[in-house]
């Protein structure tokens, strides 16, 4: 059975399209296959899917890694999504016949090559994490690029400074993780954060779900990053998202997966269907609110 690891790299750019285009076909080479390009002008990012061989993806991402380093200039960066990076995170998930373990190693091997030969400062996270407080992707980034750029705590691989355009990149290995975003019918973007805070698990809420607030294309954003669907499904976090809302008086106007998610759990949300395990998720939360 072929060895089969994909890759989702995350890159600090979503309004130029000649640089994004330039980044999304820098990792066409040969034996991999890239696709689910996806970007956002208000986020000012932009990702895609990498699948392929361990050695081929890790090729792939780099050149992709090498033109966004020359291409974006973060001190000129402005978006609603913490960023500490032209290239901000770059993730290895084991697909078929690879081990997590061998995702961490090609991380570590990624990581390296990063800081030899592009002199970018790299920090591990998830599975592939050195350090315990590196472990969470967003304590890594707490502060973003400006924080960073005024101190950095010490890199696990690379420069103690950060890189003058590019900053600093975050490399590692984890499971599936379904990045999902729900819009509401308001542009009032405390409301989101509200909500945001209230599902989270950090704060209380939905176990394995990390949720923000932002102002999207005129609207306000619940955007949730969903790190173990067998936990929390993308049907148990809408239903919970849309029980805090209805209670505040606010609609939902659309809800989005932002790349690819694994067909299970596509399988569990059907069969959960309306109700079951997604409104339990919510009402779990309706005591904390409101009480």
Known sequence: MNKIVECVPNFSEGKNLKIINAIFNASKIKNVKSFELEYNKDHNRCLFTIVGSPEDVLNSVFESIKIATKLIDMNKHVGEHPRIGATDVVPFVPVSAVTMEECVALSNKLAQKVAEELKIPVFMYEVSAKRKENKNLADIRRGEYQGLKIKM??????????????????????????AYNVNLDTKDINIAKNIAKTIREKDGGLKAVKALGFEVDGMAQISMNLVDFEKTNFDAAFNAVKLVADKLGVKIKNSEIYGMIPLESLVKAIKSTFKADAFKSGQVLEKKLYE
Do not use: E, F, Q, S
């Open 153 to 178: 705590n010490k890199p696990d691989y690379g420069p103690d400074k950060i890189h003058p355009t590019a900053g600093a990149i975050v490399i590692g290995a984890r499971k599936y993780l379904i």
